[in-house]
């Protein structure tokens, strides 16, 4: 059992066991990744990234281990916590029938660090149109959405599941050299 969390771990997982049905996703996964690094999942698909990350977000249940961000329990309901974490899922749940601009509005005040100049740079720079709706956004353009959504808030962690999925290979290169 985790006792002391360490001070400079952005992120801790002890034992974190996942299954779905008979299916195991997830085997007793030790992990500690230091604060101030670039850390990655690598593996085959079906090896299990994804469902860790939906587990460490919240967004899944493990079935047994102990999960910290920031040395806090990520399985209690912190809205603090939350406030911290930058992510973007593998599959994007943004309200279809709202403008990027209304999507922008609408999440900024979730964010009391919401950073209205950031997301305007980046609006301009990936040339993310404000007055197209979500709907008609290809994925590329829904891919960028989210990368504005979980940075422009200023997080101290960014949490990436596929983050590039979607990017033509000139905004790929870039989000890969500015971003990370």
């Known amino acids: ?37 670039t850390f990655g999942l690598l593996g085959p698909n079906g090896a299990g990234k994804s469902s860790l990350i939906r587990v460490l977000m919240g967004l899944s249940p493990a079935d047994s281990g102990e999960i910290r961000i920031f040395g806090e329990d990520a399985r209690v309901h912190n809205p603090a ?27 900024s005040r979730l964010y009391p660090r919401w950073d209205h100049d950031l997301v305007s740079q980046m609006l301009s720079a990936l040339e993310l149109p404000p007055k197209k709706r979500e709907a008609s956004l290809s994925k590329g353009m829904t891919t960028k959405l989210s990368l504005i959504l979980a940075l422009g808030h200023n997080p101290d962690i960014l949490i990436l599941d596929e983050p ?13 050299e500015n971003v990370l």
Do not use: C, N
Request: net charge positive.
């Open 81 to 107: 916590l939350r406030q911290r974490i930058g992510y973007v899922p593998e599959v994007h749940s943004i309200y279809r029938w709202m403008t990027v601009a209304e999507v922008l509005r609408f999440v």
């Open 1 to 37: 059992m985790l006792t002391r969390p360490e001070p400079s771990a952005a992120i801790e997982l002890r034992s974190v066991t996942k299954r779905y049905g008979q299916k195991l996703a997830i085997d007793a996964v030790d992990l500690t990744v230091p604060q101030g690094t």
């Open 164 to 176: 590039t999925s979607g990017l033509d290979p000139i905004i790929r290169e870039e989000f890969l």
